[in-house]
């Protein structure tokens, strides 16, 4: 988080919510567009998060959806 805040980037908005069950993370990342997604997976810090994230043991394995906006209060992009 700290390197993302760093490089403000303006295409990219990250967080990450640790859900009721206390122990399952919930990551939700809006990009606006293949680059900012290709800046995101570059950054040293996502490839050794995503390794250490895999060799940690997970109960379960992580599930990706991909979504698509249809209204919101907040412009994005």
Same mark, same amino acid.
């Given at each position: ?11 990219? +908005?990250?967080? #990450?919510? /640790? $859900? =009721?069950? @206390? ?7 809006? !990009?606006?567009?293949?680059? %900012? ?10 490839? +050794?998060?995503? #390794?250490? /994230? $895999? =060799?940690? @043991? ?7 959806? !991909?979504?698509?906006?249809? %209204? ?6």
């Amino acid at each position: 988080m700290k390197e993302l805040k760093e490089l403000n980037h303006p295409s990219i +908005k990250y967080g #990450a919510w /640790l $859900l =009721a069950d @206390g122990k399952t993370f919930m990551h939700f990342d809006q !990009l606006e567009n293949e680059e %900012a997604h290709e800046v995101l997976t570059s950054m040293e810090s996502f490839k +050794k998060f995503d #390794a250490e /994230l $895999l =060799a940690s @043991g997970l109960e379960t394995e992580p599930q990706l959806d !991909l979504l698509s906006l249809v %209204a919101s209060t907040e412009v994005f992009f």
